[in-house]
């Protein structure tokens, strides 16, 4: 009986990842699409998609023989939308003891805490804010005992074993030791000692440097590529003062760095622009839930925008995970207080690839670039509009998750008596 | 051998004349009634002009859309609303042109107030987790009126919203309903007549506040909770059901030991205390739907009820309002079955629903949750027009509040609580321009002059700045 379930269990895998197995040649024709690109936006489109990789865009471009054609005639065509600090592929549920392999709390590790090891191939979590128009994300360790959390990585949400892009930046917070003040004291003695680590590497692995390091060996080598600023390091901080430590860190440290959180940022929205510093925002943040986000702001994106600060907008709180999908819906309530458009659609796709240094291959619809592209049926920041076709590197996925089949089975109540076919 | 001397002499007396009944009565203690309202509104419409909104698209929260149509609001009260209505003289009359007008939204489930910005632990006030069952408190004795998520949820358009206390218990103490206005007491926001509400919660929450304490630490352990405290309150109901009846019969009775938790429960069997029911899963909701009979109680509305969807027809035919979100889902294990579907679903099959946010973020932006639940039912053949689903956030959550004779509908003779959107409400982009609450310009956007400041903001940000 379990034996026939699990076979059962692996045809069923199988039926899926060929149901969403590559098409050699995929095209798209017909919509106006938004490239995010040198091409801007182009009505009645086409676009060639082969191999997983975006071949041509344009209206002028001819569909190869035999290519599966997608008709998007009167639909929106944008680059999938990418979540910036997600924990997708890493919690099925919250709040159970199984399936949550994004903490590194009551471990021994910290900045050395790996989540790669933990992702879930076939999350359904993966698969539900996929139909819903994420087709990328940096997923990232959510805590630890330190002010170090580990690496985050990009992934495709393809929900395949093969989903991590690569290696995205070291994920860092300073209020995790215990205040302000001991955060930024921390924080600069830790990267002083990696450096220490970095040179005088044989000896401390001798026992013959300081030992009282204020991490293991282990979890400064993985800060060595941060200290060298070969990794990006995301710290989170919000209040304008913490910004300003963090603008002066980056100075002292030569660090390549990157806000997450940064609601008080408009307030030094210049200080931030000059240092070339990107952020990361929720828009939906406008309450003083702390002493440092006493400017919390609906106006924080548009602000941010017309102080020339490089930023991209994600979710936060409720929507790291399961609801990550309210991406664009919060790039749209940006928008309502005075976000350009385009800059709010350019905040979930093109920005955080250039952000995350991924912009090669994510973040817009050119030749080259790896096809994650969403049809919509309409404005695509728009919470009454729905995708109608999700393509995740080059694969054209059914918009289906446990949740639709869910929905289907109870849809019409009036079958009677209810059995679970 | 006192009492019994006692009980002839009253005998005796009743027996000799009419006229000294009266004698008697005096004599006795006066008859113990419980205050019902010890805490009561003080709670005044701020002032108003007589106002008429011009040529608007309105939805009346009955279901109906009126294009091009006009509101006259005088005296607090909407007067008239339709096609043709008559604007009275010096009324102040607004250009409705481009804009939707609806009643202003009610959120049945929030928690500001009693965990308020900022989110500190000596303002963390809304689970008395100290046991199970703490029927005795009451939200409104939580509410810090300064809290800065009230100023927040009127540019959301929210007019009316009920404070609950958390979830952490079985029954968590009572819920207050609240007129959303600037205060400096609860009283003053309190929403005059509105019943009171009483939280109560299923599954998850109080297995794992009390599992490893004072139990209970699983479902069955919560039904036991429950039942426990019901059978008691039946009997606190009868002692003071016969206390009441003797006296008036003239009888010389002492009046029951009051107890705070059971005057709750007894008000909630005397039809008098509205149940709202934190409940995820389908299956607990029906065993909470049998325990109401068993009981003989009325649950209002089941919240967050992330799987209402599964048994819309039982809701349906208990008449139970589900309080639900538009989309979240699986921050914990009962709510992973949570679909986009659920409002909608539960819509159709007939029964009660409504949007609500539990959230102090959410509750800015309820209309666009709705439109998400509303669109995402169209995509399934759920077909409802926006003034149907406009419902959800009021009239609905009205209905479960028990104030829908009141406001929750723009019917002549109710609340004037009304919103003026940008645009269609349905839309991410619209935003809530004018804010009435009985007829008095509460927010306006083009108006700094009515933006809200708490003081706890003060010095720390310019007014309106987060908008």
């Known amino acids: 009986m379990r034996h026939l379930t699990r076979k059962l269990f692996i045809a069923a895998t199988i039926f899926l990842m060929a149901?969403?197995?590559?098409?050699?040649?995929?095209?798209?024709?017909?919509?106006?699409?938004?490239?995010?690109?040198?091409?801007?936006?182009?009505?009645?489109?086409?676009?060639?998609?082969?191999?997983?990789?975006?071949?041509?865009?344009?209206?002028?471009?001819?569909?190869?023989?035999?290519?599966?054609?997608?008709?998007?005639t009167g639909q929106i065509v944008v680059p999938g939308s990418m979540h910036s600090g997600s924990q997708l592929g890493l919690s099925e549920i919250s709040m159970t003891r199984d399936s949550n392999e994004h903490s590194g709390k009551e471990s021994p590790f910290t900045a050395s805490f790996d989540i790669r090891y933990g992702l879930k191939s076939d999350s359904v979590v993966v698969a539900d804010n996929r139909r819903h128009g994420l087709t990328h994300a940096i997923t990232q360790p959510s805590d630890s005992d330190g002010i170090f959390y580990g690496s985050g990585y990009v992934i495709s949400l393809t929900g395949t074993p093969d989903m991590v892009y690569g290696t995205g930046p070291m994920i860092a917070n300073p209020a995790k030791a215990g205040n302000r003040s001991a955060g930024w004291t921390e924080i600069r003695l830790i990267l002083d000692q990696v450096r220490y680590y970095d040179k005088n590497r044989s000896r401390v692995m001798k026992g013959q440097g300081p030992d009282d390091f204020l991490l293991k060996d282990y979890d400064m080598a993985a800060l060595v590529p941060v200290v060298k600023g070969r990794q990006k390091l995301v710290l989170m901080v919000n209040s304008a003062d913490d910004i300003r430590q963090a603008i002066a860190l980056k100075k002292d440290y030569g660090l390549d760095l990157i806000l997450s959180g940064a609601v008080e940022a408009w307030k030094v929205a210049d200080a931030l622009a000059a240092a070339r510093i990107p952020v990361i925002i929720d828009p939906e943040e406008n309450l003083p839930e702390s002493f440092g986000k006493m400017g919390a702001t609906y106006r924080n994106a548009a602000l941010l925008a017309a102080a020339g600060v490089q930023f991209a907008i994600s979710p936060r709180g409720m929507a790291t995970n399961h609801n990550a999908f309210m991406i664009n819906q919060v790039a749209g309530l940006a928008v309502a207080h005075g976000l350009d458009w385009n800059r709010a659609l350019k905040a979930i796709t093109l920005s955080p690839a250039r952000i995350f240094g991924i912009d090669r291959d994510f973040g817009s619809i050119e030749r080259g670039k790896i096809a994650n592209i969403v049809l919509w049926d309409g404005d695509p920041l728009e919470v009454t509009s729905h995708t109608t076709h999700v393509i995740v590197r080059g694969n054209d996925y059914p918009l289906t998750s446990r949740r639709t089949l869910l929905r289907d089975r109870y849809l019409h109540l009036n079958k009677r008596p209810f059995t679970y076919h | 051998m006192f009492k019994i001397q006692k009980k002839i002499m009253v005998t005796v007396l009743f027996s000799l004349a009419p006229a000294l009944i009266s004698v008697t009565a005096v004599?006795?203690?006066?008859?113990?009634?419980?205050?019902?309202?010890?805490?009561?509104?003080?709670?005044?419409?701020?002032p108003s002009v007589t106002t008429a909104i011009r040529g608007a698209t309105v939805l009346t929260g009955t279901g109906a859309q009126l294009d091009g149509a006009s509101i006259l609001m005088e005296n607090g009260k909407i007067v008239a609303v339709g096609k043709d209505i008559k604007i009275p003289y010096g009324a102040h009359v607004i250009d409705g042109t481009g804009k939707w007008v609806t009643p202003g939204i009610i959120d049945v489930h929030s928690h500001l107030g009693v965990y308020a910005s900022p989110n500190q632990e000596s303002l963390s006030d809304g689970n008395e987790a100290t046991r199970p069952v703490t029927a005795d408190v009451w939200a409104e004795h939580s509410v810090w009126p300064e809290d800065p998520g009230?100023?927040?949820?009127?540019?959301g358009g929210i007019t009316t919203l009920q404070i609950l206390p958390g979830s952490a218990n079985l029954i968590g103490g009572r819920g207050v309903t609240l007129k959303n206005v600037p205060s400096r007491t609860m009283e003053g926001m309190k929403f005059p007549g509105a019943p009171y509400g009483l939280k109560m919660a299923c599954g998850e929450n109080p297995k794992r506040v009390y599992g490893k304490k004072s139990g209970p630490s699983t479902r069955m352990g919560n039904m036991a909770g429950y039942r426990k405290a019901w059978i008691k309150a039946q009997a606190y109901k009868k002692e003071w059901d016969d206390y009441a009846r003797d006296y008036k019969a003239g009888k010389d009775v002492k009046a029951p030991k009051r107890d705070l938790e059971m005057d709750s429960l007894m008000g909630v069997l005397n039809g008098e205390i509205l149940v709202h029911n934190h409940c995820y899963r389908a299956d607990e909701m029906a065993n909470m739907i049998d325990m109401a009979r068993e009981f003989h109680y009325k649950i209002s509305a089941f919240h967050h009820a992330v799987e209402s969807y599964k048994i819309a027809d039982l809701l349906a035919k208990e008449h139970i309002c589900s309080a639900m979100w538009a989309d979240w889902w699986g921050f914990k294990l009962e709510a992973f079955d949570g679909v986009d579907e659920n409002i909608p679903m539960v819509a159709s099959a007939g029964a009660c629903a409504i949007v609500h946010s539990d959230d102090p973020t959410g509750i800015q932006r309820l209309n666009q949750e709705a439109a998400k639940a509303w669109s995402n039912g169209r995509k399934v053949g759920l077909d409802f027009t926006e003034g149907q689903a406009f419902e959800w956030l009021t009239l609905n959550p009205a209905r479960a509040l028990g104030i829908a004779d009141k406001t929750g509908s723009l019917e002549k003779g109710k609340m004037a609580d009304v919103v003026i959107w940008s645009k269609n409400p349905f839309s991410v982009y619209a935003l809530a321009e004018k804010v009435f609450i009985d007829g008095a310009l509460m927010y306006d956007r083009d108006d700094p002059n009515t933006y809200w400041q708490s003081d706890f903001e003060l010095g720390y940000s310019r007014k309106g700045a987060h908008q």
């Open chain 1, 19 to 72: 149901s969403a197995a590559q098409a050699n040649i995929l095209a798209i024709k017909g919509g106006t699409v938004h490239t995010l690109g040198k091409q801007g936006t182009i009505k009645n489109a086409t676009i060639v998609i082969e191999d997983g990789k975006i071949r041509a865009v344009g209206q002028n471009v001819t569909i190869p023989a035999g290519a599966d054609v997608i008709d998007a």
């Open chain 2, 27 to 46: 004599a006795r203690d006066p008859m113990v009634v419980i205050d019902k309202n010890p805490y009561p509104s003080t709670y005044k419409p701020f």
């Open chain 2, 150 to 155: 009230f100023s927040r949820a009127i540019a």
